[in-house]
């Protein structure tokens, strides 16, 4: 069936380091990519996007890149921050059965230390 | 609304009871899904409604679980005879349209816990 795989489901850094989360996903047919941030007790909430006519997309400290041919998309945090520390998750639009849904990866749980 | 708005925002129930689960979207809003997510785990994928849609209910696990929505607006996300292991955050999520157009946003969730 389909699904979005998400790695790696925890990752530490230090402070100022990069984060990099990548996905995969099974659907050719899938064209939108989100990316939600969750803080502990919270919903989750977007923080970019990308379409599938596009292969990078930045916000400040946020990029997302896709590559349509390998089925993979990653985010990207530079100079990350504690306030970074969240649990991000992937999704893909999925077509089934004539439905457009998002399907989320599993989740990848961030601590940045200070 | 100013947002999603689901209730109860924490139900706890007794193994074998009923509970309903309320969602209300963002005005104007066609697209309504609900997740389930257990303690420390992913975004599981319960039903879709879309507009006037027949929904998808391809993610509901079981045939305890059932949803309706009503007028387009309000959905209420039924569990009958409830087992421990549906103890979660139920979250709901709407959007302007199909999730190709448009940013989800999310309910602060309903956590049940069934005893």
């Known amino acids: 069936g389909e699904n979005v795989e998400q790695h790696p489901s925890t990752l530490s850094v230090q402070e100022g380091d990069s984060a990099v989360i990548k996905c995969t996903y099974s659907d050719s047919a899938s064209n939108y990519f989100p990316w939600y941030k969750q803080e502990l007790g919270k919903r989750p909430q977007l923080i970019i996007d990308?379409?599938?006519?596009?292969g990078e997309k930045k916000d400040q400290r946020i990029a997302v890149t896709l590559n349509k041919t390998a089925k993979h998309f990653s985010l990207h945090i530079t100079e990350t921050q504690p306030e970074d520390s969240a649990v991000y998750f992937c999704a893909a639009s999925i077509i089934s059965g004539g439905y457009n849904k998002l399907i989320f990866g599993a989740g990848t749980r961030l601590a940045v230390h200070p | 609304g100013a947002g999603v708005s689901q209730s109860p925002s924490n139900k706890v129930t007794e193994k074998g009871k009923d509970v309903e689960l309320r969602c209300d979207p963002i005005s104007g809003h066609t697209a309504l899904y609900w997740y389930r997510q257990s303690l420390g785990q992913g975004l599981e994928f319960l039903i879709y409604f879309q507009g006037n849609s027949a929904p998808d209910k391809s993610g509901l696990p079981s045939d305890r679980f059932s949803a309706e929505r009503t007028g387009g607006s309000v959905s209420t996300l039924t569990i009958q005879r409830t087992q421990q292991e549906d103890s979660a955050v139920y979250l709901c999520?709407?959007?302007?349209?199909?999730?190709?157009?448009?940013?989800?946003?999310f309910g602060e969730g309903s956590r049940l816990t069934v005893l």
């Open positions: 999520a709407s959007s302007h349209t199909g999730p190709n157009t448009g940013e989800l946003f």
């Open positions: 990308i379409r599938s006519n596009v």
